[in-house]
């Protein structure tokens, strides 16, 4: 058996061996499992059954997972997505008005045309051809969204009529353990503690447990039914004209996700070609956008490649047993939805609060000498949260980048696929 897989995955041949892979999957899951957990919360608030979708990002993650790493060989993990999520509930469902079942369907339909982008020629021109530094902006935007997201759901900020949003009751007993939640995750991290997030989410919940302020669910039981979300998607709905950019931002973002999610995790495991490219990256972005596929008929948002991958890999992990590894433990976690549902608001907010503050890190890599690169990107990723949208933010963002680009007379800097989505998203805000 041993043989076997060691022909499999070429294992001598990227200079690993059985035990390095599994520990790297081990420290790779521990790095994630948060959205076990993250994930229903935030479904959940759109109306979905939390125990429901707590089996669909099992599932989904697993599926991915075991595609990315049977398939393409790679030490990369799958999961739905943080921001994805974030704009399937607060953008699609409680903003525009659309049902989650409208939501799903718009994931599934992004989904296949990613799987057609990805067997298509043009899936590399369309990835090189968005502006890097408009790619770092969405990143930080959607990191900010989730900021405000976590400390809007924990209490620390609330409405204000005068100044629209101001500081909440810290005297909460969930607010104040959320912040407190989060420096102690920030703290671990520092530290260089695997699974810091989760830690610091047990923590929360044991503290809330202990001071009475969250309530005990258990821990191991049968993995809870998926009949309340499993293909309950409504393709109707996508026919609805103002689903064109909802569609379009989902499949935007996981295209953008996934990418650079996967040179990332490859550069670092030294996994890239001569020239700097991904070998087998349509493999790799097949895994990605089946595992979207998979995630929307099992009832759950975007499922994209995690940036957390790169802990396995600092861990030693260089091929796809790796990410075998991580699938087999996110099946395991399908016996555990009662800790799932234990874990309350607050604990959930102080990891997406330090998801946020990773995902916000992409400014400090914008041109800032260049304003017709930088301001858009800034642009971008202050709408989102300002706006309460991803979807928007991303708009402004691309039809700014065009408009700086034309009117400081340097329109040939501008990529065809830049002028492409800032007119559909310009459409979008003056006649939708």
Partial sequence: MYQLVERYFRLKEQGTDLRTEILAGVTTFLSMVYITVVNPAILSDAGMDFGAVFVATCLAAAAGTLIMGLWANYPIAQA?????????????????????????????????????????PVREWLINAIPKNLKLGISAGIGLFLGFIALKNAGVVDANSATFVALGDLHNPAAFICLAAFAFIAALTARGITGAVIIGMLVATLIGLISGVSEYQGVVSTPPSMAPV?????????????????????????????????????????????????????????????????????????????????????SGGRTGLVAVTVACLFLLCLFFAPLAQTI????????????????????????????????????????????FSIADGIGLGFVTYVAVKLMSGRASECPLAAYVVALIFLGKFLFL
């Fill in 344 to 387: 309350p608001p607050f604990a959930t907010a102080a990891a997406l609060l330090f998801v946020a503050c990773i995902m916000a890190r992409s400014l400090a890599d914008l041109d800032w000498e260049d304003l017709t690169e930088s301001a858009p990107a800034v642009i971008c990723a202050l709408a989102m949260p300002l706006s």
């Fill in 80 to 120: 739905p997505g943080m921001g994805q999520n974030a704009f399937f509930t607060y953008g699609v469902v409680l903003g525009l008005g659309y049902t989650w079942e409208a939501a799903l369907a718009a994931v599934l339909v992004s989904g296949v045309l990613f799987v057609i982008l990805s067997l298509l």
């Fill in 230 to 314: 499993f293909f309950k998607f409504d393709l109707l709905a996508v026919l609805d004209i103002s689903m064109v950019t909802v569609i379009l931002t989902m499949l935007l973002v996981d295209v953008f996700d996934t990418a650079g999610t996967l040179v990332g995790v490859a550069n670092r495991a030294d996994l890239l070609d001569k020239d700097g490219k991904l070998p087998r990256l349509n493999k790799a972005l097949l895994a990605d956008s089946s595992a979207t596929v998979i995630g929307g008929l099992a009832g759950t948002s975007s499922t994209t490649s995690y940036i957390e991958s790169a802990a396995g890999v600092e």
